[in-house]
T-cell receptor, first 113, second 111 residues
Framework: DAGVTQSPTHLIKTRGQQVTLRCSPKSGHDTVSWYQQALGQGPQFIFQYYEEEERQRGNFPDRFSGHQFPNYSSELNVNALLLGDSALYLC????????????FGDGTRLSIL | DQQVKQNSPSLSVQEGRISILNCDYTNSMFDYFLWYKKYPAEGPTFLISISSIKDKNEDGRFTVFLNKSAKHLSLHIVPSQPGDSAVYFCAARLNNNDMRFGAGTRLTVKP
């Protein structure tokens, strides 16, 4: 039973570029949430996707966008990258409508030069 | 706007003793609280949770206490083991969609 998988594990980009991160949820899960974790901080909620729509959004600019596919996998896109976007990006999945906790992937480490 | 705070960045305890990790929150609308454990190069792993309608939940060596009037949450680990050494995150859920995390506490259990 595969857990949450994220790709790539590491990524280096330069300012102004665009990046796409990918996430496959745990088997049986239909809801995907994305988090940004800066060094020394806890994960910060970016947004959540359910039934291919953004259901909730945290305090992140429109440069951060996402998508969920019919197979429940998801992408996080960040445009016009800034140095401050350097962080660990975590994907978490859950089954919508229940109190079951979210399961996290190991994250994508994004470095902006 | 940090609604969930873990004021101790680190904690060191002796193997076999109790570890107590603390967490404070400000938003009374949180309905569910969770603790996650994180090892280096891995994502957070769910440990234990508690609903806002309860004041205690126990799972083996792990017990979470919730004091709603004080807006305070704590995780007790007893007895502590070296394998418990990790970063522990407190999280609070809002409306089933949005989780807010504390900055984490690094626990070191010494043999």
């Amino acid at each position: 039973d595969a857990g949450v998988t994220q790709s790539p594990t590491h990524l280096i980009k330069t300012r102004g570029q665009q990046v796409t991160l990918r996430c496959s949820p745990k088997s049986g899960h239909d809801t995907v949430s994305w988090y940004q974790q800066a060094l020394g901080q806890g994960p910060q909620f970016i947004f959540q996707y359910y039934e291919e729509e953004e259901r909730q959004r945290g305090n992140f600019p429109d440069r951060f966008s996402g998508h969920q596919f019919p197979n429940y996998s998801s992408e996080l896109n960040v445009n016009a990258l800034l140095l401050g976007d350097s962080a660990l990006y975590l994907c978490a999945s859950s089954f919508g409508g229940t109190d079951q906790p979210q399961h996290f992937g190991d994250g994508t480490r994004l470095s902006i030069l | 706007d940090q609604q969930v705070k873990q004021n101790s960045p680190s904690l060191s305890v002796q193997e076999g003793r109790i570890s107590i990790l603390n967490c404070d929150y400000t938003n009374s609308m949180f309905d569910y609280f969770l603790w996650y454990k994180k090892y280096p190069a891995e994502g957070p792993t769910f440990l234990i949770s508690i609903s806002s309608i309860k004041d205690k939940n126990e799972d083996g060596r792990f017990t979470v206490f919730l004091n709603k009037s004080a807006k305070h949450l704590s995780l007790h680990i007893v007895p502590s083991q070296p394998g418990d050494s990790a970063v522990y995150f407190c999280a609070a859920r809002l409306n089933n969609n949005d989780m807010r995390f504390g900055a984490g506490t690094r626990l070191t259990v010494k043999p």
